[in-house]
């Protein structure tokens, strides 16, 4: 692959995260042609977007709350998702970058599409995208391989399972209540209280039509992303909230991200052992981080795989790879190359 081969970069769609997967992907796309790739870039919600539309959404930004469960539902009745087989910019594509996150774009749907059209694309395929969106699946395939996991059960609103005591008596409070299959943790809650648990269940709900009840582990956050199998250096993150939701994902300020993290080195091989672990038992591929939390004690627990991490200004990833000597533009590249047949293990399917 060199500087000139067609690319088209897919962002956006109908998904909770869709103003993050704007952000990623305008910006993977402005990062690409200064390389010398020829891009198009397409809004699987809308369609291919024009040099005015990607100015008008970069002047946009990045909103502090996620999109109304109302918008997104209203997007959907028109998303061009389905069809991605009769757009130009997708049929003469020598490769796709996924710029997507959550929903379709991330849970393998999008990959298996793809992949029956015949066009290289970033990141896992359709099988692994599916089993690391899954929370729980991949929650039960990481303690197989020895990768500890906050405990957890999974809750329903039709009062089958778990009742509150059960709750209490397994994990304990406060615990974490968010939908099985989303990201950024939207529609997560940090239930302090046993009354306020089924409030936390309705809203996580919302999003998912599984939610997780999971064990809060108090401690530092941690991340560790992977490139083609190698880990990069292991990054902290200080939120100014109780957590790193949201806002302090993406509103500048609202977080301290440290990369590489001030760990000891025992402390920074084994996060990232066990992120190769969990990378590996899931069956990933091309670029994905690892999240963790760490205990006083040093204990570490892995709390999700994601596939398409995310690649704004203040990602994670970036500062990662930064830490380690590499430019966005040549991270970016180098998600690219992964993308082809003749990539090394643990890039294309």
């Known amino acids: ?27 993977v796309t ?26 008008r959404l970069l002047e946009a930004g990045m909103k502090r709350k996620p999109p109304s ?25 020598e490769v796709i970058f996924l710029g997507l996150h959550g929903g379709q774009g991330e849970d393998g749907t999008i990959q298996a599409l793809l992949g029956m059209l015949g066009v290289p ?21 990481f303690r197989a391989v020895g990768v500890p996991t906050p405990a957890w059960i999974m809750a329903s609103l039709d009062g089958s399972a778990p009742t509150v005591s059960e709750i209490e008596q397994s994990l304990g409070f406060p615990v974490i209540v968010k939908p099985s299959k989303q990201g950024s943790t939207v529609g997560l ?16 709900a919302r999003y998912d039509d599984e939610v997780m009840v999971e064990q809060f582990i108090a401690g530092r956050e941690l991340t560790v992303g992977i490139l083609g199998g190698e880990a990069l250096p292991v990054g902290e993150i200080i939120p100014k909230h109780e957590i790193y939701d949201y806002e302090c994902k993406y509103t500048a300020g609202m977080a301290r ?15 990232q052992r066990l992120a190769r672990l969990a990378f590996d038992v899931l069956k990933l591929g ?3 981080r690892i999240d963790f939390r760490m205990q006083a004690d040093g204990a570490l627990f892995c709390l999700e795989a994601n596939t398409l991490p995310g690649l704004t200004e203040l990602s994670l990833m970036p500062q990662a790879a930064a830490a380690q000597g590499v430019t966005f533009a040549e991270l970016c590249e180098r998600i690219l190359r992964l993308a082809l047949p003749t990539a090394t293990p643990g890039g294309a399917r």
Do not use: W
């Not at 469960?69 to 003469?92: F, G």
């Open 1 to 27: 692959m060199s500087g000139g081969t067609r690319v088209t970069v897919l962002m956006g769609g109908t998904s909770a995260e869709r103003d993050v997967s704007l952000a990623s992907g305008l910006r």
């Open 30 to 55: 402005k990062a690409l042609r200064e390389r010398g790739y020829t891009v198009r870039a397409v809004d699987t919600a809308t369609g291919e977007l024009t040099a005015g539309d990607e100015q």
């Open 69 to 93: 469960i109302e918008e997104l539902m209203q997007m959907s009745k028109t998303s061009i998702s389905t069809s991605l087989a009769s757009i130009d910019a997708i049929r003469d594509a």
């Open 121 to 141: 694309y970033t990141g896992s395929g359709h099988m692994a995208s599916a089993l690391a969106m899954d929370k729980d699946l991949s929650k039960h395939l």
């Open 189 to 204: 809650t940090v239930v302090k209280e046993p009354g306020a648990l089924r409030g936390a269940i309705i809203e996580a």
């Open 257 to 271: 991200e440290e990369f590489p993290a001030k760990l000891n080195g025992d402390r920074t091989r084994e996060a």
């Open 286 to 288: 091309g670029c994905a």
